[in-house]
Structure formats: C-alpha cells, structure tokens
C-alpha cells in the first residue's frame, strides 16, 4: 500500500521501494518467498514513479534525499538480486 499526499507531493511507500539502511543511504530489497514476483514488483515501482512525488518516504528512516535516485537504485536492485 502506498500513499500520497497530494497536498505536499509526499508519497508515503512502504516496502515497495525496499529498506533504506541508514547511515549507508543504500537500498534493499524487500523480497520475502514465496509472495515475491520481480515483474509486480518493478510494475509498482515504475507506477509509483509515474506520479511524480516531491518526496518519497519508505517505512522506515524519513524520506529519501533524491526521489528519482531511489527509485532508480530500488529497481536496479531488485533486478541485481
């Protein structure tokens, strides 16, 4: 489930992004067995980024500090693992 706040741009994530480590910035996939499909997967991350978010926030850690960034690294990573 994701969210957006069309108000201020905020676009509230969950796990569809993947775990952003703090300290590091990098991005981790979240891929639990047996639920996870690589194709629904980059399918949401290519949605979520077709609504043009100001600011993106994962679950956890605030929000990103490039948006565009994080959802290029999050679909390159998913596609690395």
Do not use: C, K, Y
């Not at 300290?23 to 043009?52: C, H, K, S």
């Amino acid at each position: 489930m994701a969210l957006l706040d069309t108000l201020n741009g905020n676009l509230f994530v969950g796990d569809a992004l993947g775990i952003r480590l703090p300290g590091t910035g990098a991005i981790r996939p979240v891929t639990p067995p047996p639920e996870f499909d690589l194709g629904l997967a980059l399918e949401t991350i290519r949605r979520l980024r077709a609504l043009e978010p100001a600011r993106v926030f994962p679950t956890h850690f605030g929000p990103v500090p490039d948006s565009e960034q994080a959802f290029e690294e999050a679909g390159g990573r998913l596609n690395q693992w």
